[in-house]
């Protein structure tokens, strides 16, 4: 069932122009940067965009441009994701795990508890803050991580947000939920 969602999702993100894409994250990302919780927070977790997914670049730009310390996923040898400081997206950034862009070795890792927002992707995502990823479990060890106490928020297009996300005893949830079209607070 998660396959063929993916699947799904996967068609859905790429029959999507890239001009929509482009002017569809922005607005996504302007909604994430009004937010209280994102706004209160110093350090910000944020994932790199790959693909067709929504770009989080903006995000990530506004980040710096306000004076947050910016962090990104690093998968580790064991498969685990690392949180890394990233200080310019040109200089900090290099081709990582199955070529999505990761920091590079000279970042400084940073503890998760002192993380205090994280941007997570996915493909899909329900109104119970459900979601389905790429299929490798990286954010959901991420965010069971003991100690990890950060507001989570999954970044999407309306369009995959759908009715239920088949999910398993270790999936995490978000918080929050925001598209293009609105913030979704999960209660």
Do not use: E
């Given at each position: 069932m998660k396959a063929e969602m993916r699947r799904e999702m996967r068609a859905l993100l790429n029959r999507m122009p890239d001009?929509?894409?482009?002017?569809?994250?922005?607005q996504a990302c302007e909604r994430v940067c009004a937010l209280p919780e994102?706004?209160?927070?110093?350090?910000?977790?944020?994932?790199?965009s790959f693909g067709k997914e929504l770009v989080s670049d903006f995000l990530c730009a506004h980040a710096l441009a306000n004076g947050k310390t910016l962090a990104a996923p690093r998968v580790t040898p064991g498969g685990h994701l690392e949180v890394c400081a990233i200080r310019d997206m040109q200089r900090d950034l290099v081709p990582g795990f199955l070529g999505i862009r990761e920091p590079a070795p000279h970042c400084r890792t940073i503890p998760i508890p002192e993380v205090?927002?994280?941007?997570?992707?996915?493909?899909?995502?329900?109104?119970?803050?459900?979601r389905l990823g790429r299929g490798g479990g990286h954010y959901d060890r991420l965010l069971g991580t003991p100690g990890y106490s950060a507001v989570s928020c999954g970044l999407v297009f309306e369009e995959q947000v759908v009715s239920a996300v088949p999910t398993e005893p270790h999936d995490c949830r978000v918080q929050i939920i925001v598209t293009d079209q609105k913030v979704r607070r999960i209660k």
């Open positions: 001009t929509d894409n482009v002017m569809r994250s922005g994102y706004i209160d927070a110093n350090l910000v977790l944020c994932y790199l205090g927002f994280v941007i997570v992707p996915g493909l899909a995502y329900d109104p119970n803050g459900g």
